[in-house]
C-alpha cells in the first residue's frame, strides 16, 4: 500500500538469503604466459627499436623494468630519469624514485631505496644470445630516454 516490495525487512531478508545461496559468478582473470609475452617482446612491433613506434617501445620499457624490479605501481610512477636518479653502468642500471616520493610503507628502510637492475646478455656471441639481447633493460631504456627527449616533459620516467 504505496510502500516498495522490498522496503519490508522481510522481503530485503529473503534477497539477503538469495544472494549467499547464489552469490553472483566473476569470470576468472585470464591466464598468460610469461614466455609468450617475452617472446612478443622480441619480435616486431617491439624489434628492431629504431623502427617501432613509441608507443610500443613505452609497453616494452615499462613491462620490463616492473618485470625485473617487482615493484609496485606506485613505485615505478615515481621513478625520475633525470640523473643521479637514474644512472647508467655497462652491467646494469640503477634507479631511485623521485626526493618526495613516499612509499607504501614509510621507514628508513624504505625511503629512497634503489632499485639495480642488470644488463642481459651485454656482450652476445651466438644468436640465440642475440635474440634475448632485445630485452635487455639498459638497451631499451636507452633508446627509450632517446627517444622521448624531444617531447618529454617532466623527470618522471612513465
Not at 615515481?78 to 613516499?102: M, Y
Request: hydrophobic share 45%.
Amino acid at each position: 500500500d504505496g510502500f516498495p516490495v522490498f522496503s519490508f525487512p522481510k522481503s530485503r531478508d529473503f534477497l539477503k538469503g538469495l544472494l549467499n545461496l547464489f552469490p553472483p559468478v566473476t569470470p576468472p582473470v585470464p591466464q598468460w604466459s610469461l614466455s609468450v609475452v617475452l617472446s612478443s617482446l622480441m619480435r616486431k612491433p617491439f624489434e628492431p627499436l629504431a623502427k617501432a613506434n613509441i608507443a610500443h617501445v613505452t609497453y616494452k620499457v615499462a613491462f620490463l623494468v616492473a618485470l625485473t624490479s617487482l615493484r609496485r605501481v606506485g613505485e615505478l610512477a615515481a621513478l625520475c630519469c633525470d640523473p643521479p636518479f637514474l644512472q647508467f653502468f655497462p652491467d646494469k642500471v640503477v634507479l631511485k624514485p623521485c626526493i618526495d616520493f613516499l612509499p607504501k610503507v614509510v621507514s628508513s628502510f624504505h625511503l629512497g631505496q634503489t632499485i639495480s637492475l642488470p644488463t642481459f646478455f651485454k656482450s652476445p656471441s651466438s644468436d640465440a644470445e642475440r635474440a634475448f639481447h632485445t630485452l635487455d633493460l639498459r638497451r631499451a631504456l636507452l633508446f627509450y630516454l632517446q627517444r622521448t627527449q624531444e617531447f618529454r616533459k617532466s623527470r618522471s620516467l612513465f
